[in-house]
């Protein structure tokens, strides 16, 4: 019986590439939809990112989040989840009108 001392041949599966999902739309979170202590991070986090630069003068953290409180009440500005990106931000309402939120 002859000794074969080839390697056993290689197999390459190949998969259909998936067809690309529709990217789902942010979702809008109402302030009243979270509770307390995650709204307050949600704001915290959205202050204190770069970017977010309140003039020449530094205004203390509390100062921004009761501002972007305010705001969120008044309803001048939302929270927006992004499903694609499992992130979190805050825009102000003028930035979402005409979006099916």
């Known amino acids: 019986m002859p000794h074969d001392d080839a390697p056993d041949p ?3 599966v190949e998969l259909d590439a998936a067809p690309e999902a529709e990217e ?3 979702i809008r979170v109402r ?3 979270l509770a ?3 709204l307050r991070a949600v704001v ?3 202050v204190l990112r770069e970017g977010t630069d309140y003039g020449l003068q530094e205004t203390p953290l509390e100062t921004k989040v009761a ?3 305010a705001q969120l009440q008044r309803g001048d500005a939302h929270i927006l989840f992004e499903p694609s990106s499992e992130t979190v931000t805050i825009v102000v309402t003028r930035a979402i009108r005409g979006l099916d939120l």
Do not use: I, K, L, R
């Open 44 to 46: 915290e986090s959205f």
């Open 31 to 33: 302030p009243d939809d």
């Open 24 to 26: 789902a739309p942010p």
């Open 10 to 12: 290689e197999y390459v």
């Open 36 to 38: 307390p202590d995650t």
């Open 67 to 69: 501002q972007v409180m």
